[in-house]
């Protein structure tokens, strides 16, 4: 079955940096795109950053909100997909999961990131 584990995230001060990884496991994931996505209390989920699979050329697309901070890349040999993340801000703030569609969508059980002072 599919499983998508996260970890990295933690309390960081503002401008701070991390870095979240995703292990997956249960399919082929060489062959899918992955995603960031993240909620903030009492906010609806939002999309983060996405790559695309390896063979379509590791594409990568962020959310205006986490562009030329955030980063997010992929290790196909270790079926695990990272989000570095800089300059970390307080609007930051959330828990952090990851995605894949496979027929059906597979979430992580997320890892909470706290930017405070």
């Known amino acids: 079955q599919v499983q998508l584990v996260e970890s990295g995230g933690g309390l960081v001060q503002p401008g701070g940096s991390l870095r979240l990884s995703c292990a997956a496991s249960g399919f082929t994931f060489a062959n899918y795109g992955m995603s960031w996505y993240r909620q903030a209390s009492g906010k609806e989920r939002e999309l983060v950053a996405t790559?695309?699979?390896?063979?379509?050329?590791?594409?990568?697309t962020y959310a205006d909100s986490v562009k030329g901070r955030f980063t997010i890349s992929r290790v196909d040999a270790k079926n695990t997909v990272y989000l570095q993340m800089n300059n970390l801000n307080v609007d930051d703030t959330a828990v952090y999961y990851c995605y894949v569609r496979r027929i059906v969508a597979y979430w992580g059980q997320g890892t909470q990131v706290t930017v405070s002072s």
């Open positions: 790559i695309t699979s390896t063979g379509t050329g590791g594409r990568t």
